[in-house]
């Protein structure tokens, strides 16, 4: 056994032994003499009495046993001792920790506000199916008198007498109807500029997104350029010849770097910002009344087309070095608010949309054609009145006249994703958004914001409108609204600006708008989806459906 003892077994048995506690229970207990059981001098009677002996002392407990104490160097675990006044921090339990940002708590207040209207809405057409379904209510018979009164239900198995549900079924289907999924959109912008010197102009248009990216902005009397990553500021495009004139309109070429802008005094101005030079300048372009101001501008391939407060909408080729339009548009008895191209393929290929201060809307074809019932005597004396012999006039009348609008036309929006759909709004005292089909010139539909229309914008990735507003007496005033085509939900609400929002542009990836307004700021806000892969491009040659009128 000196072998075992030897061990390595035996010598951490030994130092177990001799580091326990001398009370414990297995330091009382008697141990085993192996050696005296090997011993060959003893007897065999005492040694097989030894063995019983030592059998019963191994097996056999103490009566009473004592508690083990453990020594503090004997702890197997480390528990930290925790500040008892810093145990909400230690635990993770400050209050601030997980608290919701007030951005992040205005949208969770304003998804419930969805949820409960979406439970009205669906509350009201459940009791309008119940009232307006079957004048006597369900459980206002028993079973036995709808048998008796008519016996010949008992034939029909979907008959409502064998219907466990109270609810008609036109109700069921309607509760059962799966709901559409929500879209959570951004209420606050990421971003705010200040503008200072941005008119307060309901007929001027003063902000314009270049498909490069770039946005001009027209403040008092200079245009800036501002590409998003550059802090400090836009850098200055061009200044107003004149130290009275101030810039009142800005539009960008589909392609390419080239910025048109009109002034106060009638002037047109035809920029390259890739080197910040001049390309045309049309002095008096428009200049038959006074106060000739170019309050709109829209470009289609390379024919520019200006609106203007002497009633006339000419038409430009920045290419031709004259100083003379191509052709020219009357239709309208006051200013011209707003004008806008159906698409980028030029003259022969788009249609024209014009809004003026008579509360008339005009959709032009400048192909030539003329209807007969536009040419009579008194729209050839009205034409006359405002066009002088030395000017050609072509293609002078319009497709179509709407008067449905009882204001200032000037938010114009042609869809990106349906040919010949048009939508425009008016002013303050008609606050109505009204689509149109151009190709039948009929109004398809008519949506009443109860504030004023300052602009519109249709978006390239999502079939949506954006409507941004002004003065209103019946809702939230400066108003910015997300619309749903072709049912015209209503998608969400931004506000944020202190004074009526005129100006609204798209970015080219379509997610993100800016927004400009009377408090002179501008503000991005991320308000559309991502672009998806299947999109098809807004010009492309394979939309055949874009040329057929």
Known sequence: MSSLKNSQFGKRLRAFRGTGDENSPSRKRRRLNLGSLSSPTKSPTKRIRSLATAALDVTNTPSKRHKTRYSIGSEDRFVPSRDQNNLWTSYSLDENANKPSPSGLAELNNQIHILIERADDLFKSVLRSELAGSPIAYHSLSRKSQFENSPSRLDDPTDRSYQLSPLHPETSSLINKPRPEHRNVAKTPFRILDAPGLSDDFYTNLIDWAPSGVIAVGLDKHVYLWTGDNHKG???LC?????????????WMKSGSTLAAGTAQGHLEIYDTSTLRLIRRYKDAHAHVAGKRIGSLSWTSDTLSSGSRDRMIKHWDFRDSSAKPFKQSAAHTQEVCGVKWSGDGGIQASLLASGGNDNRLCIWDLRGSIRESSTSAGWSSFVRNFV?????????????RFRQHKAAVKGLAWDPHLSNVLASGAGQQDA????WNTATGTMTNEIRTGSQVCNLLWSTNSHELVSTHGYSTQTIPNQIRIWKYPSMNMVASLTGHTDCVQYVSLNPNGETIVTGGGDETLRFWNVFPGRTSGAKDENSRLDYGKLIR
């Open 388 to 400: 002088s012999d030395d000017e050609g006039v072509s293609g002078i009348a319009p497709l179509y």
């Open 432 to 435: 109505c958004i009204r689509l």
């Open 239 to 251: 200044t107003a010849f004149d130290s009275k004139d101030e810039y009142t309109s800005l539009a």
């Open 234 to 236: 836009g850098a200055k």
